[in-house]
């Protein structure tokens, strides 16, 4: 039997990524019923850290405004709203399976904020974020925002495993296109995001890359047979993406798994917060601009600006206005 494992270890928070990919989180809150404007009852705000978190939101949970240069965010959300608004007048609520691919290219202001619209029941909250580092050349490039709503996804139901095809071919299937600027947008790059779930007794076979592709898998949930080799929840694999891979769900319980692949950009990274560039040089001018011009200036009248549509959608500073039945 061929073994594609080359190594194993135990996840640490942030998951770790291998070039381009800077690192993941995986983020699960079991909110309760929302207030009815979108935030914590006053009598549950005590109750922060048994099963969720409000992160940096006073109300609403959730991240406000923050900067970004030089990456890209994908936010893939499983459970649950994200409520974004950003410094270029995008608003947006997305969830419930949509992923959020945003290009901060040369600088963004954005808030991501978790709207509660369960009222009478409870607000679970499932969600990835992934910061994908871009290539020189995009380090300056005009910020650009995908959404790539659930019904539009492609999924992939065999033998036991369901694929969400999140970036990069699956066999024949193929993903949504990327922003532009991304690493991504070239196939050459073979840049990979799947959601892996296998019930019990099931299995799937991966597509081989190039030996240059690195390849990680994220086990999050279960134990995952990899070519024979039992890794158990909480450990990622290091594979080998030339050979071909067999992964296995012999235990009781449900096997999910974050799966990123990609050739390396292999360039300099400079790092600080929320710009990730390659020069200190463009560090500099980076932190100047952003406290010169905050990026374009906040358009909302909060920093925590929520929606009042209970709907999926997204609007463009061009009054431009999707949701996924308009497609």
């Known amino acids: 039997m061929t073994n594609s494992v080359i190594s194993t270890k135990p996840l640490e928070s942030p998951w770790q990524g291998l070039?381009?990919?800077?690192?993941?989180?995986?983020?699960?809150?079991?909110?309760?019923?929302?207030?009815?404007?979108l935030g914590i009852k006053?009598?549950?705000?005590?109750?922060?850290?048994?099963?969720?978190?409000?992160?940096?939101?006073a109300r609403v949970p959730g991240f406000p405004a923050h900067p970004h240069r030089g990456f890209e965010t994908v936010s893939i959300v499983l459970k649950?709203?994200?409520?974004?608004?950003?410094?270029?007048?995008?608003?947006a609520r997305y969830g419930q399976g949509d992923v959020q691919w945003l290009t901060t290219g040369g600088g963004v202001e954005h808030g991501e904020m978790f709207?509660?619209?369960?009222?009478d029941k409870p607000n679970p909250m499932e969600m990835f974020q992934i910061w994908l580092n871009l290539p020189p050349e995009g380090k300056s490039a005009k910020p650009d925002f995908e959404?790539?709503?659930?019904?539009?996804?492609?999924?992939?139901?065999?033998?036991?495993?369901?694929?969400?095809?999140?970036?990069?071919?699956?066999?024949?299937?193929?993903?949504?296109?990327?922003?532009?600027?991304s690493w991504a947008a070239k196939p050459e790059n073979e840049l990979t995001i799947w959601l892996i779930d296998i019930e019990k007794g099931g299995e799937v076979t991966l597509p081989t890359a190039s030996i240059e592709a690195l390849r990680r898998a994220y086990i999050y949930?279960?134990?995952?047979?990899?070519d024979g080799n039992a890794i158990p929840t909480g450990h990622l694999a290091n594979l080998d993406a030339s050979r071909v891979t067999t992964i296995r769900n012999d235990g009781d319980r449900k096997v999910r798994i974050l799966l990123l692949q990609s050739r390396p950009i292999e360039a300099p990274v400079v790092a600080r917060g929320p710009f990730v560039l390659n020069t200190n040089e463009q560090m500099i001018e980076t932190i100047t601009r952003y406290q010169s011009d905050g990026f374009g200036r906040w358009p909302w009248p909060t920093s925590?600006?929520?929606?009042?549509?209970?709907?999926?959608?997204?609007?463009?500073?061009?009054?431009?206005?999707?949701?996924?039945k308009s497609t």
């Open 80 to 91: 649950g709203y994200v409520d974004h608004a950003d410094s270029l007048g995008v608003a």
């Open 304 to 324: 925590d600006h929520t929606h009042g549509e209970e709907g999926r959608f997204i609007r463009y500073p061009d009054g431009r206005y999707v949701t996924p």
């Open 147 to 181: 959404m790539f709503w659930a019904e539009d996804i492609p999924v992939i139901q065999k033998d036991g495993a369901t694929v969400t095809v999140v970036a990069g071919p699956f066999g024949d299937v193929r993903p949504l296109a990327p922003p532009s600027a």
């Open 42 to 57: 006053p009598e549950d705000r005590a109750k922060e850290g048994q099963g969720w978190r409000m992160y940096h939101g």
């Open 19 to 37: 070039d381009p990919f800077l690192f993941a989180v995986h983020h699960i809150d079991n909110y309760p019923a929302g207030d009815g404007r």
């Open 221 to 226: 949930e279960g134990v995952a047979t990899f």
């Open 115 to 119: 709207p509660l619209l369960n009222t």
